[in-house]
């Protein structure tokens, strides 16, 4: 993939595999506004931004107005986790989106790449339970939900900028998780210490807690290598750069 391209997550987790792993030693983390994170791979035919600025729709907004401010976009890809709707799709996997619904609004946005069986994805206000799954998968046809994807191709489409989306599956239909919308801050951070204090009185939950970070790490990893596959296929920028 030539150009200029932006890579925009919500969360440096979901971004850490990315820009810290050992055959790309090029990424360099930059000087970055209060609330967002910018790693920057320059190379011969062009330069990779990878950006995050925190969960929703606002923040997913400030990232993309972030790597926009350092260059000229010639293509967006949103990237990071996603909870699964449909039983058959199993945390830890990487999914190309086919098509973007804003539950909002209920606009449809398809990704500049073209996927006879992709994946339908779901962009909520809100981090989905197991009840909301059942009705976002029922009301839109979608296999998977985020929080940040329609903001960014909305963005995209607005301004003529291919778009493209792949995710990763941090939690399967049925995960049983502590509602973590109340503990979201401002900023699109999750307030660690009062989430900390909320849970540890609540055994029930840790269990649940525990397979979402060994999930959410096997999915991170996972995201990575796709996002190379398609950024640099066969590793080409990388040779090119002594990385690999």
Same mark, same amino acid.
């Given at each position: 993939? !030539? ?24 990424? !360099?983390?930059?000087?970055? *506004? ?6 920057? #791979? +320059?190379?011969?035919?062009? /330069? ?26 010639? &293509?967006? /890809? ?29 606009? @449809?946005? @398809?990704?500049?790449?073209? *996927? ?23 009301? %839109? ?17 607005? +301004?003529?900028?291919?778009? %493209? ?9 049925? &995960? ?25 009185? @609540? ?32 590793? #080409?920028?990388? +040779? ?5």
């Amino acid at each position: 993939m !030539k150009g200029n391209i932006a890579i925009i997550a919500a969360l440096s987790g979901e971004l850490k595999p990315l820009v810290t792993d050992s055959s790309a030693k090029s990424w !360099k983390k930059l000087e970055s *506004l209060r609330g967002t994170e910018v790693w920057e #791979y +320059r190379h011969k035919g062009g /330069c990779w931004l990878a950006v995050c600025a925190g969960m929703g729709a606002g923040r997913a907004t400030e990232a993309f107005a972030e790597a926009a401010r350092r260059m000229q976009i010639d &293509a967006v /890809c949103s990237v990071g986790w996603v909870g699964a709707l449909e039983p058959s799709i199993p945390a830890g996997s990487v999914c190309w989106v086919s098509q973007v619904v804003d539950t909002s609004t209920g606009e @449809r946005f @398809r990704p500049a790449h073209w *996927l006879d069986q992709g994946f339908v994805l779901a962009t909520t206000s809100r981090v989905a339970d197991e009840n909301e799954k059942l009705r976002l998968a029922s009301s %839109y046809g979608a296999a998977l939900v985020d929080m940040e994807a329609a903001a960014i191709a909305r963005i995209a489409l607005g +301004r003529s900028i291919p778009f %493209y989306c792949v995710k990763a599956v941090s939690d399967d239909a049925k &995960a049983r998780l502590p509602d973590i919308n109340p503990f979201i801050g401002r900023d699109g951070q999750l307030k660690m210490l009062p989430f900390l204090l909320h849970v540890g009185v @609540r055994p029930a939950t840790w269990s649940g807690l525990m397979r979402l970070g060994k999930n959410s790490a096997i999915a991170a990893q996972g995201l990575a290598e796709t996002i190379y596959d398609w950024i640099d296929e066969r590793a #080409y920028v990388r +040779r090119a750069n002594g990385d690999f």
